[in-house]
Antibody, heavy 123, light 107 residues
Framework: EVQLVESGGGLVKPGRSLRLSCTAS????????VSWLRQAPGKGLEWVGL??????????EYAASVKGRFTISRDDFRNIGYLQMNSLKTEDTAVYFC??????????????WGQGTMVTVSS | DIQMTQSPSSLSASVGDRVTITCQAS??????LNWYQQKPGKAPELLIY???NLETGVPSRFSGSGSGTDFTFTISTLQPEDIATYYC?????????FGPGTKVDIK
């Protein structure tokens, strides 16, 4: 079965750090980019960032709201993607999703999603 | 950043009705637009990519059209299981951006 499973969410104080994991199964994880997205309670979807595949040098891109605080990495041997979140703010409170970004022919989309993991930043 | 707007923000319709949602981009994005469905408490699911292409396994009652700045998403015959929030998303430029969503429920 093709799936992504996030883990590592929880309650954390402002200014602290948290690392989320995204474990893939059922497909060749290393072939595609991995994106992280989030959804604040009752709000819409926000793209957080992505890491490209090794074919594209594993480069990363970030939303302005997290740049310099969040870091995305990947371990293709273990089929895991990571989101390291530092200097967390209350406004980072959200459900965090990882997703496969598929790019082929005319398709460039988030086609596989994890179930999400909740991050709450509060004192 | 490219801003995405959607209308309406919510709608109620009867089973069997035709439902239409519009999405507008703040600049020309060609066909670089996807549509997602998100049911309560669940992750989004890709329905339409490249503005008008149906994702594998998605029922044919869902369709998309448009190019440039104006796009339309249609459910030809609303079913009870279509209760969800629908989002458009552009991938023409980073950062990827989503519309605010359209919540669809049954009248």
């Amino acid at each position: 079965e093709v799936q992504l499973v996030e883990s590592g969410g929880g309650l954390v104080k402002p200014g602290r750090s948290l690392r989320l994991s995204c474990t893939a199964s059922g497909f060749t994880f290393g072939d595609d980019a991995v994106s992280w997205l989030r959804q604040a309670p009752g709000k819409g979807l926000e793209w957080v960032g992505l890491i490209r595949s090794k074919t594209y040098s594993g480069t990363t891109e970030y939303a302005a709201s997290v740049k310099g605080r969040f870091t995305i990495s990947r371990d293709d041997f273990r089929n895991i993607g990571y989101l390291q979140m530092n200097s967390l703010k209350t406004e980072d409170t959200a459900v965090y999703f990882c997703s496969r970004r598929i790019v082929e022919a005319t398709k460039d989309a988030f086609d596989i999603w994890g179930q999400g993991t909740m991050v709450t930043v509060s004192s | 950043d490219i801003q995405m707007t959607q209308s309406p923000s919510s709608l109620s319709a009867s089973v069997g009705d035709r439902v239409t949602i519009t999405c507008q981009a703040s600049q020309d994005i060609s066909n670089d637009l996807n549509w997602y469905q998100q049911k309560p408490g669940k992750a989004p699911e890709l329905l339409i990519y490249d503005a008008s292409n149906l994702e594998t396994g998605v029922p044919s009652r869902f369709s998309g059209s448009g190019s440039g700045t104006d796009f339309t998403f249609t459910i030809s015959t609303l079913q009870p299981e279509d209760i969800a929030t629908y989002y458009c998303q552009q991938y023409d430029n980073l950062p990827f951006t989503f519309g605010p969503g359209t919540k669809v429920d049954i009248k």
